[in-house]
């Protein structure tokens, strides 16, 4: 069965810093490109941030600078630092992995991240 479990969201104030965890398991993972998506309410799921299997990253406009995705194939997690936060990024956060060429797809449950004083 295969699992993706995000941890580490929370109450943050605007400026801070939080670091986003997303543990695979039922996968071979360092074959699976992965992906943080965000929801914010009212509005649709967007990709913020991915990184493939050969570590290749890539980044939405709107959180460059901000946003830093890696990944640790030996802990079959992907991890996303957060830096200097904004009240618009308020949002709940899903965690992906995809293997395009096997037509895979998987999503986590989500972790919820709000900014505010």
């Known amino acids: 069965q295969v699992q993706l479990v995000e941890s580490g969201g929370g109450l943050v104030q605007p400026g801070g810093s939080l670091k986003l965890s997303c543990a695979a398991s039922?996968?071979?993972?360092?074959?699976?490109?992965m992906g943080w998506h965000r929801q914010a309410p009212g509005k649709q799921r967007e990709l913020v941030a991915s990184i493939t299997s050969s570590y290749s990253t890539d980044y939405a406009d709107s959180v460059k600078g901000r946003f830093t995705i890696s990944r640790d194939n030996a802990k079959n997690t992907v991890y996303r630092q957060m830096n200097s936060l904004k009240s618009e990024y308020t949002a709940f956060y899903y965690c992906?992995?995809?293997?395009?060429?096997?037509?895979?797809?998987?999503w986590g449950q989500g972790t919820q991240v709000t900014v505010s004083s």
């Open positions: 992906n992995a995809e293997r395009p060429s096997m037509n895979r797809h998987y």
């Open positions: 039922g996968i071979i993972f360092r074959y699976y490109a």
